[in-house]
């Protein structure tokens, strides 16, 4: 089985962590992610990832095919605003790191 879909989190990871002022690895419940201000903004599962990227964004306008809202809990809807998208789309998870992360810093 190949890692190449966690390096890739890994190495966007690692440039947003070192570029980004305030920018900082941690955890969405077990799995890696990143944060801002203590608010987890993208994370990777088991070849997806998942975003933060607010109730107003629409994954079709940004041209995702397969993007799902997150929703890791049997027993109560989705959590608003965020999204996973598998690794079939991986070309687009730094650009949507980069929007969840501007998302992120403008909440309080």
């Known amino acids: 089985m190949s890692n ?3 390096d890739q989190f890994n190495i966007i990871a690692e440039r947003f962590s070192f570029e980004r002022h305030g920018v900082v690895k941690g955890k969405m419940m077990s799995s890696p992610g990143l944060k801002y201000n203590n ?3 993208a994370f990777y599962h088991k070849e997806t990832m998942g975003f933060r ?3 107003d964004f629409k994954p079709g306008s940004f041209g995702l095919m ?3 809202p997150l ?3 049997k027993t109560k809807p989705p ?3 965020w999204y996973v998208v598998d690794h079939n ?3 687009l998870w730094e650009d949507l790191t980069e929007l969840a992360m501007e998302f992120t810093m403008t909440l309080k």
């Open 79 to 81: 959590l608003k605003g």
């Open 4 to 6: 190449n879909y966690l």
């Open 39 to 41: 608010k987890i903004f």
């Open 66 to 68: 397969n993007a799902k």
């Open 53 to 55: 990227l607010g109730p």
């Open 71 to 73: 929703s890791p809990f």
């Open 89 to 91: 789309e991986s070309n």
